[in-house]
């Protein structure tokens, strides 16, 4: 292999690495994909002058491989409405998924004298891939509502294992069986690697959809690493190998992310959990601090709206820093004082002042209820009733007619409190269900102290 | 012909505040209703007639009972004033009837449509037309205030050159929402505050003021809100585990009440004699009676060198704001019940019919029904 | 290759990698899975020396196919990425690189 | 014979204080002093003779006065009690020698030898001695609290379900220790504080506190961290300039002083008048004749809305904690010159001679003499 | 080179980078070295079975060497005071910089048929692996107090510069000569790199010394790298280029930590800055503030001591904040108040008191001021005539007779100020040049919150 | 071993050192530098290896004072790193390992 190709497989390694490290920074992660593309771009040319590549016939057949592909993902990927996109990475990993699987096929069937080794993590990644390929587009369908059912039968995870375990038992056979492996045994090995990819995702529902496509996404990685040992290939191995690993870590903060062990999203009640939630009008929602973080750190506005829980946390002090970290970053913070909050006239005001909260961003109800609209998020901090929009809606509710804070007029709402616990009239509030609410769980103090620290890191 | 809602000048002695401010008159006069003020009707309130701009200033007393259709008082009017307002009219303010049998009966008479804000049922919609809150909020502030006023001593701590002073405690009995405002301003000035309340659920709001709530043995949840009143064993204990706390205090603050019957008394003259000198009593129950059993209401004397002081009426003292909370409350009460420049009430409304006392004729509220039928 | 070198190569990427990701913000997480579902687009190069050297026509087809599906991993990868991440871009540009 | 020091009841009028507390007893019998106190002369700053644990009561302040070495006094004593001092005894105390030249001469006369504590030059050392910064403490904090009781409104914000109450804006004048702390105590309160001193370097100093420095376009930095007395033009440019930012103020509290001259007359009346109604302005300087032009010392009135407080002698309304750190500061003064139980002052010690005001027949404090033996 | 040498080396490296991970969290650091250690012996033990080594005799003498070295270095590293610690690092760094070299030696003198690239890594590792051993060895002979001087003339610079160059120019000749240098090129070469390294260490002095000390550590590690290319030894490879590149950057920090930039360090004022400050009884100990917190968070007791600064700053709530979180590491945190600290009577209460700081943990100074010699840390805070010995000390001081805090007689001191302002009174502080005083420059606000993040991170 | 793999495990392992010392306190830049010199005695094998295969006289004893340099490297490294983080122990222990 010549230099040239060589060097541009290292600038690209160094780019994907380089860039990947700036995508897990909020306010770098745009530059990062760029950097990662233009390593792309060098590994993808410099790819033509390869030696294994034969004639201007098959460079003309590569182009126009890659210019469909391409073509097609790539306007594909354009026009798609931004909520739709986490069935398009699954589509675009089980495209890349397929092509690991499809290049382990033309080694093997090529069966090119290739030492142990290779021949093992060849079949090892032709499963993965094929795995990866099938899954995710099944996670594709789903999300994208062409499949609708979660296919769920008795015995399920029996079928499952004993599909997976014939496969294995083919992939030994072929990784160890020197040259002399059948054409069909190979083809049967795919088949069911296929199969048991699909069987994977098939049960798998609603919210434990990304985690399962973020675990094909690893597994794509795993893949084109092995394959990149396959054809000798250090760019592909790096690539694949981090990829691999940064995905099967991003699973698991993504499982721990919705409090679920991995195995449960992937075996136990697969998809059960989400499935049931759904059937109410809306659903709790929870977040992570660190994401609510993000979201208040990147808004234009936020108002905060602090109720008796605030008081019985004494969290006022951290509040306040809050506020002032968000300040410092450009933000335009509010707080808005209904009339009732707390458990006396004045209740917030008293806390406030004491955190040294100045009056000039202390808003009531009448000076602020219309701003809501126009705000990023509204911050709910152990308020309940006074933002409770059954006081509108409600005849039969016992605080109906009292003016409340229209928080869930906002674009995104938070809502800090410790758990279900209900305010002081006792009832529901469907501001929790709303779909611009999301609840941050927790002690109100412990949770500023969260915020505080999570808005410094970013 | 508008609806005319006057706002006499308050007669009741040591009175300051009145039941208007600017901006409820405008307010009304976007409801359609005209209002009537009675001349130098918000002096006492530091409120001069030229700050009413948009209402009539009405010279005489008479003359807007005569005008009016409405009237909004601070306090129960008089009999005599009863009868110089119109026939058929109506009356808001806070009336309790149950110490006023005349004043109820000759308003009967007049068929005078009136209602008693202090019977406003304590519901989440009608907490903005809680007079019997927004003058327990200014009672409490003030009850702290004094208290600071009052003690030879500083609430805060302070380390000087000369010795460091230790703060105060003050200690606040009943914590309603008088009781929770003077935690809070108490503690605002640097004291160390501790509170006693008998029903529980004040341990956690007294705690979400920054405060350390005294936990007794005893429990005395009521209906709605309200405390209920406490046997005579419990009484003896509570007034025996409280003297302990007390005796520590520099300021001790009572508000305990139970609606409708004359203050707790939880202070006997044991538990002031176990004080120390110089220490104050705010005895904020003094209007029902007081929580001391020393306590003179409307007076301030010294017992072994513990200064008592009772005062009444104590939201009067702070007539700007008081004035101006009450008068938003009797806007937010009535607003509902002008429709179109009319007066039509909604006596189905739980809020209305609740705080309705006589009307056409009939005594509406049960209790003072009960309560005044049955002495006639 | 010698097999240990590979496991060298193997052994410090998987850890750069799981330096890289470690302690990311869960909003991140999609981004970044995206991201990383774009970096395995490389196998585009694979997939360009398979069908290379493929020789029997089989072999070519797969080849093909395999070309076109990692185009599609790449292209597709990067758009979404981008798309996804533009948003960041807006307020973090406000407050210039920090 | 043991040294003996004696505390007499003090005899001015409306003096609450008293120049010892239990813990300066001890520490003197531990210097080997025996501590004399009048009967019941700690009895208006609540401590009862009881307290005075370790110190011998002496029935009448002439045994007293016969008995005692040396003499702490709050106020000056009058001539006639100055007679029934002991000649060549000594006296300690807040003596204002230019108000009392009848009282230094009598000094003289019986060869007392003085102290007063009011020169005790304001160097670090001395900071524990400093009654003037004790004092006004106590008087800052007193006048913030007297603000807020005097005031018709709330000091902090309040937001309630009858509306949103603005907090008070209160404006002190004047940012020496008292103006310091008066602004600390509003601003607890929850009060909006805005100050303004000559002085530049308080500036800072206020917004240490958190509050808003009102900055005009004059200074007046004098000598010793004292203020100088201003030219005419600057003084009637810094009225008109403060003149708006008064007329916003719910509370003004006016600390503004030049040591050794009347006050400086900062609020003339056309300022009060621009004020709004219901406001207090609390005036601190009284003792020196007061900021406000309408000052009548010693009084409280109302001029157009606005109430006048200037009340003397402040510090002795909070006597519990004055006397305590009022008796500190005089310990502390005494304590280096009682040597093995008897009275060894050491003249050379600039504090001791800066604050000797009569010694061996002669007046020691040069300002007093030329005063003094010039009008002789 | 059999399968159990191999996998034994690939082990070692796993463990030296998870051990350097380790020993980068204060709390973990111990662990890490121990599995550093556990690596280091598998490899070692494993080498005995290195197919390059010919003979039980050879055994015996790499035997006889190795514990030679092992125990020399074994017994005078458990000996020394810890206080010379920096100069005992720079002995073994320049033991391991002459090995480098000396394998270099044995290879270049061996010409077995090496490749270009092999012979030209071998030509810099012998380089720069030389000019860390005789620069150590400088760095800790002057440290050790062995060399006194600091040998400075002027046109050192020029010199040092052509020494370097005919070096390199020597070293080109061997890279490129193939296999026919003369040994006596050699020679000089090595001779020429060692004069190199020890010019480039003599001038520098005092406080940078442990700036050098890390460079020559980062470039044994590259030579170590380097060789271990040269022996196709992927253990030292990794392990040599870990160091390197983790030691170039600690470098960096550490030149960082001193307000230098690493150049100002080598090459312009050799050293100068720190030799003269040197001569004043005493000097202002500059800290930063993740040191600080540090020191703090392990503490047992730490006495904080506000002052007019703090007010001026409005750091109470800052200040609040980083006591709970010590408290919350166990460690017992009191507040020291003194009389007239501030400016007006009760200064400090009136603050502490709007921060939230309950009255049980603030003392005045009767009540702690025997406290402060069984105190870990006092931190000092904007304040200044509070704490000045000099009351105590110098009769002519405007502020003797005053008592102060004894704040000087804990442990360590930490002053927040942010410069050199005086204080009230305007006169000099000797506290701030105690041994025991470390200097945290900046507001005390962003001081205080730069502390509070510093003790979340570790 | 090739060139281009050499690269790769260099530019890795430069990654992973770079990345394993960002961000750590002020306080253990003394301990890691320590830490890091007990690392880089891994030479000690290569030391090894050059004396083990060493021929001539001359070499065997440039590769024993290079085994003997080695080894003093590791050993002095290890116990000098040891002590050092011995301080950490106490107080970090207490605290449980967080
Ligand atoms: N202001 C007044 O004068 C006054 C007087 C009397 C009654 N009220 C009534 O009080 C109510 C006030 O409304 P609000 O919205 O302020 O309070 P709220 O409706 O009582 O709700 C408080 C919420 O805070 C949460 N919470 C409690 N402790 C918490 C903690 N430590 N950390 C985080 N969250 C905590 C609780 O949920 P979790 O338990 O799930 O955490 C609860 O849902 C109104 O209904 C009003 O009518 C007001
Ligand atoms: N308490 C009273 O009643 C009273 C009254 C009058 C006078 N005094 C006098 O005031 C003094 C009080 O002593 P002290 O120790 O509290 O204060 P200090 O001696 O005045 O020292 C304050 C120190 O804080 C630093 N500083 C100022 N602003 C800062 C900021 N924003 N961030 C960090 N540091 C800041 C200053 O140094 P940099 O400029 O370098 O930052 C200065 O050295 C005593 O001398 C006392 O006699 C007291
Ligand atoms: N639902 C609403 O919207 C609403 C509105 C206003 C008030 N409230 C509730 O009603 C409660 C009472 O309000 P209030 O201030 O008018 O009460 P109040 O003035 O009638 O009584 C004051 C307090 O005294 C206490 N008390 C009675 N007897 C006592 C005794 N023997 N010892 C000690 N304490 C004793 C009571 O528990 C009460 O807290 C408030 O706490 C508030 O939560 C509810
Ligand atoms: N060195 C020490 O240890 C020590 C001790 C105590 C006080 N002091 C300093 O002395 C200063 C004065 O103390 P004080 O409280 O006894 O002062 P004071 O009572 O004599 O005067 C009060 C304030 O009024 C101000 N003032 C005078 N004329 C004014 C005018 N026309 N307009 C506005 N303000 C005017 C003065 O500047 C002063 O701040 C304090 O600020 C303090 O810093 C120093």
Chains 1, 5 share one sequence.
């Not at chain 1, 096929?105 to 993965?128: H, K, T």
């Not at chain 1, 308020?383 to 409340?404: E, F, L, Q």
Request: a negative charge; charged letters at 20%.
């Amino acid at each position: 292999m010549d230099y040239l190709v060589q060097a541009s497989y290292f600038a690209a390694a160094v780019l994907f690495i380089y860039g990947l490290k700036k995508m897990s920074s909020p306010s770098h992660a745009r530059k990062g994909i760029v950097w990662a593309g233009v390593g792309m771009v060098i590994a993808t040319l410099a790819t033509y002058f390869h030696p294994s590549i034969h004639g201007f016939e098959k460079m003309i057949l590569i182009t126009i491989a890659m210019g469909l592909g391409g073509y097609l993902a790539w306007s594909s990927g354009k026009k798609v409405a931004m909520t739709d996109m986490p069935q398009m990475v699954a589509l675009y990993n089980g495209l890349g998924g397929g092509a690991a699987a499809l290049i382990a096929a033309v080694e093997l069937i090529r069966q090119e004298n290739m030492s142990q080794i290779v021949q093992i993590l060849a079949v090892i990644g032709a499963l993965i891939g094929t795995m990866a390929f099938s899954g995710s587009l099944v996670a594709y369908a789903k999300l994208q509502g062409i499949m609708r059912k979660t296919l769920r039968f008795p015995g399920q995870q029996l079928v499952n294992g004993i599909t997976f375990l014939v496969t294995v038992i083919l992939g030994l056979m072929i990784a160890f069986g020197g040259s002399d492996y059948s054409m069909f045994v190979l083809f049967v090995f795919f088949l069911l690697s296929l199969l048991f990819g699909a069987m994977m995702a098939v049960p798998i529902g609603g919210a434990d959809m990304p985690v399962v496509i973020s675990l094909f996404n690893a597994l794509t990685g795993l893949a084109v690493g092995f394959e990149g040992y396959v054809l000798a290939n250090p760019a592909m191995m790096i690539a694949g190998i981090v990829v691999g690993s940064a995905g099967t870590l991003l699973t698991q903060l993504m499982a721990k992310a919705m409090n679920r062990p991995i195995s449960n999203v992937l075996f136990s009640n697969f998809g059960e959990a989400s499935g049931e939630a759904q059937e109410v009008t809306g659903s709790m929602k929870e977040i992570e601090a660190s994401d609510a973080a993000v979201m208040m750190a990147f808004a234009e506005k936020v108002i905060i709206v602090p109720g008796y829980g605030m008081a019985v946390a004494q969290a006022q002090h951290k509040i306040w820093e809050l506020v002032k970290q968000l300040q410092e970053r450009g933000v335009t913070v509010k707080f808005a004082i209904h009339p009732v909050a707390g458990r006396m006239p004045g209740h917030m005001n008293v806390l406030l002042a004491e955190a040294g909260v100045p009056y000039d961003i202390i808003y009531d109800l009448d000076e602020i209820n219309e701003e809501f609209p126009t705000t990023d998020v509204t911050l709910v901090i152990g308020a309940n009733d006074v933002v409770n929009p059954a006081a509108r809606t409600d005849p039969n509710s016992p605080i109906h007619g009292m003016p409340i804070l229209n928080a869930d007029k906002s674009k995104n709402v938070i809502v800090i409190k410790r758990g279900k616990g209900k305010g002081f009239s006792g009832i529901e509030n469907h501001l929790f269900f709303a779909d611009n609410t999301r609840m941050l769980y927790g002690d109100a103090q412990q949770v500023a102290n969260d915020l505080v620290s999570d808005i410094k890191e970013i | 012909m508008t609806l005319k809602v006057g706002i006499p000048r308050e007669t009741a002695e040591g009175e300051r505040r009145v039941a208007i401010e600017p901006t409820v008159i405008k307010k009304l006069g976007k409801l359609g209703a005209e209002v009537l003020v009675e001349k130098g009707a918000g002096l006492a309130a530091l409120m001069p007639d030229e700050l009413f701009a948009g209402a009539t200033i009405v010279e005489s007393a008479t003359d807007l009972a005569q005008q009016a259709d409405i009237i909004l008082r601070v306090q129960t009017p008089t009999v005599d004033e009863v009868d110089k307002m119109r026939d058929n009219s109506v009356l808001v303010g806070t009336l309790l009837a149950h110490k006023h049998a005349d004043v109820v009966a000759r308003l009967n008479e007049k068929n005078i449509t009136s209602f008693a804000m202090e019977l406003v049922p304590r519901i989440s919609r009608a907490q903005s037309m809680d007079v019997l809150s927004s003058q327990a909020a200014v009672a409490g502030y003030k009850a702290a205030i004094m208290g600071a006023d009052l003690a030879p001593r500083f609430f805060p701590m302070l380390t000087t050159a000369a010795g460091t002073i230790r703060p105060s405690k003050v200690i606040v009995i009943g914590v309603g929402v008088a009781g929770l405002q003077a935690i809070a301003t108490a503690k605002r000035l640097g004291a160390m505050v501790e509170a006693y309340d008998v029903r529980p659920e004040t341990k956690e709001q007294i705690e979400s003021l920054g405060a350390k709530a005294i936990e007794l043995s005893i429990s005395a949840t009521g209906e709605g809100g309200y405390a209920r009143e406490l046997t005579d064993e419990e009484k003896q204990q509570q007034q025996q585990e409280l003297a302990g706390y007390i005796a520590q205090a520099d300021v001790l603050i009572t508000t305990a009440s139970v609606p409708g019957r004359p203050a707790p008394k939880i202070i006997p003259e044991a538990t002031v004699d176990g004080m120390k000198k110089g220490a104050v009593i705010i005895d904020l129950a003094a209007e029902s009676g007081g929580n001391c059993t020393l306590t003179q209401p409307g007076q301030t004397l010294e017992h072994n060198g513990v200064i008592i002081h009772a005062p009444l009426n104590v939201a009067s003292q702070v007539p700007v704001h008081a004035s101006e909370m009450y008068a938003k409350n009797l806007f937010n009460f009535l607003s509902p019940m002008i429709i179109d420049g009319e007066f039509k009430p909604d006596f189905d409304d739980e809020v209305i019919s609740g705080a309705l006392l006589t009307h056409e004729g009939e005594i509406r509220h049960q209790a003072t029904r009960e309560q005044l039928e049955g002495e006639s | 290759m010698e097999g240990f070198v590979a496991l060298y190569i193997f052994m410090l990427a998987a850890f750069t990698g799981y330096e890289v990701i470690s302690k990311v913000p869960v909003i991140l997480h999609t981004p970044l899975m995206s991201g990383s579902n774009f970096v395995h687009g490389i196998v585009l190069v694979g997939a360009m020396v398979a069908l290379g050297h493929a020789d029997t026509k089989l072999e070519m087809i797969i080849g093909f196919f395999a070309v076109l599906l990692a185009a599609g991993n790449a292209a597709g990868g990067y758009v979404v990425t981008e798309r996804m991440l533009e948003m960041f871009k807006s307020s973090g540009d406000k407050k210039g690189d920090k």
